[in-house]
Every structure is written in C-alpha cells, then in structure tokens.
C-alpha cells in the first residue's frame, strides 16, 4: 500500500492564480480531510469528507473547494490564491473516525 | 482560550531521561484523545490513541484525567530518535454544528541530547 499521496511537494503560485492539490488513498478509508499548518498554530481543519459525494465545511473553508467523486480521491482546489494561503497542506484519511493517516504534505507559497 | 493547549518547549533532556508534557483541553464533552508525533518538515504520526483513563506502549505511557481535562505523555529512557515535536489532538462534538471534529494543540518540541 502506498498509504496517502499528495501532489506536488512544493508550489510556487502567484496571487490570484488557481491551483489542485492532489490527495489519494489505496487503504478504502472513507473518512478523508485537508488541513493546513501554519507556524505557532496547530493543524486547522480545511474541509471533510465522511465519503464519496459527500463533503463538509471544516474550520477555515474560505478560499477553498472540494469534491469526492471516488472513495480514493479528495483533491482540493484553491480558486484565486492569496499570500494569507501560504502554507503547509496535508491531506489525512482515515478507516474510521478515531485515528489518522496523513499524506506527506504540500508546501505552498504565495507570492 | 485554546481549545487544546501545549507547553511549546522546547524540551531539552539528556538520552536516558524521563521526560513528561501536558495538554489541557477546554471542551468537557470530548470522547477520544491522541498524541501524533511529527518530525521536522514532515506528517504527523500517529504515536498512540487513549480511550479510557490511559494507554502504555513500551517506553511511552500516556494518561488521561477527564476531572481536570488534561492528558499526559510520559516517554522514559529517552533515545536521541525520540526528538520530535508531539502533537495533542482532541476529538469531539462542536458546540454549534454538533459534528465531530478534531483539534491538534500546536505541539511541544522535544531535544533529545547526547
């Protein structure tokens, strides 16, 4: 199993540009989640899913969307990117609602 | 008031030591409790859940006080592998949605020297 992936590692976006980042499991976990870590702050919710075709608002949505069209998929797309989302994202799943697995991050930075 | 609140540290132990940290969480219904331990630049992993008043697993005990909403993780004989920041997460009901969610303190960083 290759666990959670994540693509890219790094970006470099410009304010107002758009962008996906990629997230995937092979583990057929339907709890799936996007946080982003900030210096000084702990993991902040972005967005959940507890399945395919179903999403929920998390603690800090603005700025961002998601879908979940498959049970492996949960990609989160950033609409017109700010320097306010410079940041770590990592993806998470999990098999049940108790511990998590996460991707190994995505570094973005937004100039 | 943080949700879920950690001493920032850091923790600076010689290997072999003892070394304890605290999190104190604010949310009174809160069911389930983790510790993740995340090394520099990388993901949080998940190092052990406590469901019950407390969990052990090999050098590292961790202890949960619902009385006074705080949990514990206690790492002994520490290795210079054991540096790390260690992240206390709390999971439980929101107080406007009623949805469950998780809520990660910001991490005590650990040093471990030689």
């Known amino acids: 199993n290759a666990g959670v992936t994540q693509t890219p590692k790094f970006q470099v976006l410009k304010t107002g540009q758009s962008m996906t980042l990629q997230c995937a499991q092979d583990?057929?976990?339907?709890?799936m989640s996007w946080y982003r870590q900030d210096p000084g702050m702990g993991l902040r919710l972005i967005h959940y899913s507890v399945g395919a075709g179903i999403t929920d608002q998390g603690e800090v949505p603005n700025g961002y969307n998601v879908s979940r069209s498959t049970t492996e998929d949960f990609p989160l797309r950033l609409l017109s990117a700010a320097p306010s989302q410079t940041s770590v994202y990592f993806c998470?799943?999990?098999?049940?609602?108790?511990?998590?697995?996460f991707g190994p991050g995505t570094r973005l930075t937004v100039t | 008031r943080k949700e879920v609140e950690q001493d920032p540290g850091p923790f600076n132990v010689p290997e072999g030591a003892t070394v304890a940290f605290n999190c104190t969480y604010s949310?009174?219904?809160?069911?389930?409790f983790f510790w993740y331990r995340q090394d520099c630049r990388k993901e949080p992993k998940l190092l052990m859940s406590?469901?019950?008043s407390g969990n052990e697993d090999g050098r590292f005990t961790a202890q949960l006080n619902r009385a006074s909403q705080y949990i514990s993780l206690l790492i002994r004989d520490s290795k210079l592998s054991d540096s790390a920041t260690y992240l206390c997460?709390?999971?439980?009901?929101?107080?406007?949605?009623?949805?469950?969610?998780?809520?990660f303190g910001t991490g005590t960083r650990l040093k471990v020297l030689a």
């Open positions: 998470a799943s999990s098999p049940t609602v108790y511990e998590q697995y």
């Open positions: 583990m057929n976990h339907e709890y």
């Open positions: 997460v709390v999971r439980g009901r929101t107080s406007t949605s009623g949805t469950y969610k998780y809520i």
């Open positions: 406590i469901y019950s």
């Open positions: 949310n009174s219904a809160s069911q389930s």
